[in-house]
């Protein structure tokens, strides 16, 4: 039980600056792109804005709100507004071994980068062989898991020490840096020549290509972006005092998210048609695009370096909070302690992670519906576990919870009241459940338009 005293945030700053943490990571700046390069561009992006502000926002309040509440473990602060919802909190942390796993995969690529960067090997590519020099190091066996578990063994002695809150200080500092990076990759990407066709195709929306697959996209997208549907922001939410303003912070990180999001694809699209790489390449998208980009640029190998320690660092903090859902229900639901959970968490999580790295060499031939076993983890996270989740949640606070305790949790008894606020219910009540509903339907075929 959860008897034992539970430290949490001592400040607002810091809950806001950790969950910025966890909502900024490769979500932005490598899955944006890919998914806005895979869905058409321009109108992917216009239905991901609506999306994301709409429903995204909203729902991310709602598990701030749960776990506010609860004030314990996900399974806990659903069972505490009713019994019959606890199964939430145990899908969230199912759900977080998968995503965690294809997340490390990823990390460890820009892990390899960073490295490469340093020798300044990657700046030293001629343009057209980036794709081969990539697709030859994610096609080997050893080098790529190598470095994937580094990335799982620097999360874990983050999540072990309990510092995980001490390391997002470093958000205050690393944050504005990355957006200041990616400002300036932004300028010189959108100044190559060919840049324009780029910058037209990122931002005009050809409404002809909006179909329900673009939609089921931008859901999953905004989900997996904000941090919505894995119960990670109920945990984070279950640290907080009463006194924070959550709808603030919310539209706060809504909007800083979205806003390094959008810059990442500043820096990819243009250079992309600058340099004739194709927008549907998927999950190697970033990996061939950006040395490309650093190659041009004046002390290319220096920003380089900072761009991927950045990178790491966002990915870090995006990692350490799904890693914390599911050990603080471990040590709180299963008595074990701190340290045992997460080291049995980390194991396992690598070993899942190992088809997700073959997938891309010598297990490139097993698919499922077409999918590499990236694109199976990743599709079972953000367009079914999570939306599942996140509409559950919406149910239990618009249909079960009721108006009532929520907006008395919400606005903390009544004191604060703004335009979000007020839209949020109804919004959670009658807009998320059938959106999200239809949607999620599509998505696991039930449904097809
Ligand atoms: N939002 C994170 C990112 O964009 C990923 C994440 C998803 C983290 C779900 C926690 C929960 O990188």
Request: contains cysteine; positive net charge; proline residues 4%.
């Amino acid at each position: 039980m959860s008897e034992q005293k539970r430290d949490g945030f001592t400040s607002g700053l810091g809950f806001v600056l950790a969950v910025m943490g966890s909502a900024i990571g490769l979500g932005n700046v490598w899955r944006f792109p890919h998914m806005t390069g895979s869905n058409g561009g321009g109108a992917f992006v216009l239905v991901y804005l609506l999306i994301v502000f709409l429903i995204g926002a909203p729902l991310l309040l709602t598990e701030f709100v749960i776990g506010r509440h609860g004030q314990r473990n996900a399974i806990d602060s659903y069972g505490a507004i009713s019994p019959k919802f606890r199964w939430l909190g145990y899908l969230g942390a199912f759900t977080s071994f998968p995503l965690l796993a294809y997340y490390i995969v990823v990390g460890g690529w820009v892990l390899f980068y960073l490295v490469e960067s340093i020798m300044g090997s990657l700046t030293a590519l001629p343009g057209d062989q980036v794709g081969a020099f990539f697709g030859g190091f994610i096609g080997q066996v050893k080098q790529p898991l190598v470095y994937t578990a580094v990335f799982m063994a620097l999360t874990f002695f983050i999540v072990v020490q309990g510092i995980a809150r001490g390391i997002e200080r470093w958000n205050k500092i690393l944050m504005p840096l990355l957006v200041i990076i990616l400002i300036i990759l932004a300028l010189r990407s959108m100044s190559l020549p060919g840049a324009l066709e780029g910058i037209k195709w990122y931002l005009t929306p050809d409404f002809s290509k909006i179909d329900i697959n673009t939609v089921i996209a931008a859901l999953g997208q905004a989900f997996f972006s904000l941090s919505v549907g894995l119960c990670g922001m109920v945990t984070y939410g279950s640290y907080l005092s009463k006194k924070e303003n959550l709808s603030r912070s919310v539209l706060v990180v809504a909007a800083a998210d979205t806003a390094v999001a959008l810059l990442a694809g500043f820096v990819i699209f243009p250079a992309l048609f600058s340099f004739g790489v194709t927008p549907t390449a998927g999950p190697v998208l970033i990996f061939i695009t950006l040395p490309q980009v650093f190659a041009q640029m004046p002390l290319g190998v220096v920003w380089s370096v900072f761009f991927y320690i950045l990178l790491l660092f966002a990915s870090l903090t995006s990692a350490i909070s799904v890693m914390e859902l599911f050990i603080t229900c471990a040590v709180e639901k299963m008595n074990i302690s701190r340290t045992k959970a997460s080291i049995g968490y980390s194991i396992v999580v690598f070993l899942l992670a190992i088809p997700v790295s073959l997938g891309y060499g010598v297990w490139s031939h097993i698919t499922l519906f077409g999918k590499n076993f990236l694109d199976m983890y990743d599709y079972y996270c953000a367009n079914i576990s999570n939306p599942l989740t996140a509409l559950m949640c919406s149910i239990l606070i618009g249909w079960v919870w009721g108006k009532k305790g929520a907006m008395a949790e919400l606005t903390n008894d009544g004191t604060i009241d703004n335009a979000f606020t007020r839209a949020w219910f109804p919004i959670v009540k009658w807009v998320a459940p059938v959106a999200v509903g239809v949607i999620w339907l599509n998505s696991v075929g039930l449904l097809k338009f």
